[in-house]
């Protein structure tokens, strides 16, 4: 069974702490990413990786940075959390493959910034 | 400008009746790919059904089918015969190029799907 997890469900962080979500997934795909979910926003892709330590900004990649040191792991960092950080976090995977690489995602981690 | 657009941010449906979830999308790049997902209240992402840009069909999928109107960059979600089970968050989402060659996924806003008894 495919299989994307995520480090935590709920989180808890003050503001200026520095956060690490955690994604890995069993699939042995390429292509990982980091999404948040607002209300009205949908998901909004903050960076994403297609290979072992190389990575690509998505569309709201300030404030965030990633690190994807092995295949199956992608980090995703909050140097310092700020309360506009608070969102659900979302993280998929997906194969290289052209025409129909669908995103297979994990429960996703619900972070509070206080 | 918004590439995918979701204009219902909720429905109500009758059990058993069928309901269509419309998603616009623009872009200029010949090949792309549209997709659906459901988020249930517990929150997961569950992958519906997939429409390629050169489908000469309509995709199906048990109850779901795609309404892919490619002049009007349409591709409207239908599910047929409406379960309570059908109740969540509905996203459309659209297949593109990042700057430096790479695929990545652009959502819509979603639309929350309500099933009355």
């Known amino acids: 069974d495919v299989k994307v997890t995520q480090s935590s469900r709920y989180l808890v962080k003050r503001t200026g702490e520095k956060v690490f979500l955690e994604c890995v997934q069993d699939?042995?795909?390429?292509?990982m990413f980091w999404y948040r979910q607002d209300p009205g926003l949908g998901l909004r892709l903050i960076y994403f990786?297609?290979?072992?330590?190389?990575?690509e900004k998505g569309d709201i990649p300030e404030g965030y940075s990633v690190s994807r040191e092995k295949k199956e792991r992608f980090s995703l960092i909050l140097e310092s959390a700020s309360t506009n950080q608070t969102s659900m976090y979302l993280c998929?995977?997906?194969?290289?493959?052209?025409?129909?690489?669908?995103?297979?995602f994990g429960p996703g981690t619900r972070l509070t910034v206080l | 400008a918004q590439k995918i657009t979701q204009t219902q941010p909720g429905m109500f449906v009758q059990e058993k009746e069928a309901v269509t979830l419309d998603c616009t999308y623009d872009?200029?790049?010949?090949?792309?790919?549209l997709f659906w997902y459901k988020q249930p209240s517990s929150g997961e992402m569950i992958f519906l059904i997939y429409q390629g840009s050169y489908d000469q069909q309509n995709a199906t999928e048990g109850r779901y089918s795609l309404n892919f109107q490619k002049a009007r960059k349409s591709a409207n979600l239908v599910i047929s015969a409406s379960q309570l089970g059908d109740s969540a968050m509905y996203f459309c989402a659209m297949r593109e190029e990042s700057n430096f060659g790479n695929e990545k996924l652009t959502f819509g806003t979603g639309t929350r799907l309500t099933i009355i008894p």
């Open positions: 998929a995977s997906s194969f290289t493959a052209k025409n129909y690489n669908e995103q297979f």
């Open positions: 990786s297609y290979d072992v330590k190389m990575k």
């Open positions: 699939m042995d795909h390429e292509n």
């Open positions: 872009t200029s790049d010949p090949s792309y790919g």
